[in-house]
């Protein structure tokens, strides 16, 4: 099995809320957990909508921008 490195900027807001419902202590248990759970999940990539973010205090990366233009 080969590895890969990822990284991820996230608001303290939305790290904070990832641990509480995951469980974890650490934000890279937690992510793990998130990712194996969205791997996992049958529901997974059946979301309508779009991505709700709080514009007050940033804003999109570009590709999300060009994901949701796609929508």
């Given amino acids: 099995m080969r590895f890969k490195m990822a990284q991820v ?11 509480e419902k995951t469980g974890e202590k650490t934000i890279k248990d937690a992510l793990l957990k998130a990712v194996l759970h969205y791997i996992d999940c049958p529901e997974a990539g059946n979301e309508v909508g779009s991505l709700i973010v709080k ?3 940033r804003k999109l990366p570009l590709h999300l921008n060009k994901l949701i233009e796609k929508e």
């Fill in 9 to 19: 900027v996230l608001d303290e807001e939305v790290i904070k809320e990832l641990k």
């Fill in 55 to 57: 514009r007050k205090r």
